[in-house]
């Protein structure tokens, strides 16, 4: 069974950084791109950033872009967002999920990120 | 980058009738290899969030045949026949053709 499990997310005041990880079970993690999507408060769904099997391809939205940074660590199983500057407009629920044939197919439970002074 | 407009915010449907949510996007999702890179999904309070349509009508593996994906270029479907109490939930498109990837606003399936 897939299962993505994030971490790391909580309360941080704006302009500090945060470091998400999001554990991988259930499929052969190295053979699957891997995404961050978010969603605010009772709003939709944002992509934030993709990062191929290999950590060749990375792509970031441009709301993020220079600020935060997606990497994955494949003996760990282990997807990460390293979040800096952060901002009060960052405040979401982040989700991992693994992308295939096209999609992201399997998503995590999320983990929330409030900034807040 | 593309934009992808769901007209419905909300929707009121009741148990055993057929619903169709719409999605409209700013240019085509038909890429070379002859796919459309618009998928569905389905959010429950408490739930993960649950991919239901890829490539535009292609069911993910155990969703049941109610859901139906259908479309192209610029206009996709996703219809729920025989609507199901747990069905109710929202749902939103997602285009994957070009970065940045990005979603419809979201409807919101409610009973009447």
């Known amino acids: 069974e897939v299962q993505l499990v994030e971490s790391g997310g909580g309360l941080v005041q704006p302009g500090r950084s945060l470091k998400l990880s999001c554990l991988a079970s259930?499929?052969?993690?190295?053979?699957?791109?891997m995404n961050w999507i978010r969603q605010a408060p009772g709003k939709g769904l944002e992509w934030v950033a993709s990062?191929?099997?290999?950590?060749?391809?990375?792509y970031y939205a441009d709301t993020v872009k220079g600020r935060f940074t997606i990497s994955r660590d494949n003996a760990k199983n282990t997807l990460y967002l390293q979040m800096t500057s952060l901002r009060s407009e960052d405040t979401a629920l982040y989700y991992c999920?693994?992308?295939?044939?096209?999609?992201?197919?399997?998503w995590g439970q999320g983990v929330m990120v409030t900034v807040s002074s | 980058q593309i934009t992808l407009t769901q007209q419905a915010e909300s929707l009121w449907v009741s148990p055993g009738e057929k619903v169709s949510i719409t999605c409209r996007a700013s240019?085509?999702?038909?890429?070379?290899?002859?796919?459309?890179?618009l998928s569905w999904y389905q959010q429950r309070p408490g739930q993960t969030t649950k991919a239901l349509i890829y490539?535009?009508?292609i069911r993910t593996d155990g969703v049941p045949t109610r859901f139906i994906g259908s479309g192209s270029g610029t206009e996709f479907t996703l219809s729920i026949e025989d609507v199901q109490p747990e069905d109710i939930a929202l749902y939103y498109c997602?285009?994957?053709?070009?970065?940045?990837?990005?979603f419809g606003g979201g409807t919101k399936l409610e009973l009447k």
């Open positions: 240019q085509s999702l038909l890429y070379t290899d002859g796919k459309h890179y």
């Open positions: 997602l285009q994957t053709l070009k970065k940045p990837w990005t």
């Open positions: 999920a693994r992308f295939d044939d096209g999609y992201p197919d399997y």
């Open positions: 259930g499929f052969t993690f190295s053979n699957y791109g």
């Open positions: 490539h535009a009508s």
């Open positions: 990062i191929s099997s290999s950590s060749s391809y990375i």
